[in-house]
């Protein structure tokens, strides 16, 4: 089974540090997605890339930037966090190749942050 | 824009009857549609897919339909029972560049839970 993980299940940050969310895969899948889910709004898509260094914007990109020197990691990070960002963080990743079959979603359990 | 809408924020059922979810979309006509489950605290899980030119996909005991004249999918689960309470989520691919890329537009979901 593919297994996608992410290095802090709970995370407690001030306001103004930097914040770094990690996420593995290791199912040598193409595309990788970063998500944040709040009560009422559903997941909401930060970023995502489709390849190594690339990257992509999503919905809602500001406050947040993202990292992928690895196939296999896709880092998250909050320049300077706000009250805002706190929430559920959700990666994802995909296979990407191979038609419409292979671009379901699997998730890794989630991080959630505080900023106090 | 496209939209996504689930029927309810919340549906409750006995045990044993069935249960049946809406997702209805609007300003466009998706290639295909996902179904996603969530527990509480957890990432979503991939159920089903269903293709634009496919009416019904089954899976043990759910069912999910896709209606494109109606702009609509139905998702089903026969003799239900207490462990499939959870959240379910529907998902079509997003507009634009990049929607074959594995980029899904979440619904809010639907909180289902089944009483003894």
């Known amino acids: 089974d593919v297994k996608v993980t992410q290095s802090s299940r709970y995370l407690v940050k001030r306001t103004g540090e930097k914040v770094f969310l990690e996420c593995v895969q290791d199912m040598d899948h193409e595309n990788m997605f970063w998500y944040r889910q709040d009560p009422g709004l559903g997941l909401r898509l930060i970023y995502f890339s489709y390849d190594v260094k690339m990257k992509e914007k999503g919905d809602i990109p500001e406050g947040y930037s993202v990292s992928r020197e690895k196939k296999e990691r896709f880092s998250l990070i909050l320049e300077s966090a706000s009250t805002n960002q706190t929430s559920m963080y959700l990666c994802?990743?995909?296979?990407?190749?191979?038609?419409?079959?292979?671009?379901?979603?699997?998730f890794g359990s989630g991080t959630q942050l505080s900023v106090l | 824009s496209q939209k996504i809408e689930q029927n309810s924020e919340a549906l409750n059922i006995q045990e044993g009857k069935t249960a049946t979810l809406t997702c209805n979309y609007t300003n466009y006509s998706p290639a295909y549609l996902q179904w996603y489950r969530q527990d509480p605290g957890r990432g979503p899980v991939f159920l089903l897919l269903?293709?634009?030119?496919?009416k019904e996909k089954r899976k043990e005991r759910l069912k999910v339909t896709f209606d494109t004249t109606l702009k609509q999918s139905l998702f089903h689960i026969t003799a239900s029972q207490p462990a499939d309470s959870a959240t379910y989520l529907c998902?079509?691919?997003?507009?634009?560049?990049?929607?074959?890329?594995?980029?899904?537009?979440f619904g809010r979901g639907t909180q289902l839970t089944v009483w003894p």
């Open positions: 994802a990743s995909s296979l990407g190749r191979g038609g419409v079959d292979f671009e379901k979603l699997f």
């Open positions: 998902a079509p691919p997003r507009l634009g560049r990049g929607s074959t890329l594995g980029r899904l537009y």
């Open positions: 269903i293709r634009e030119n496919e």
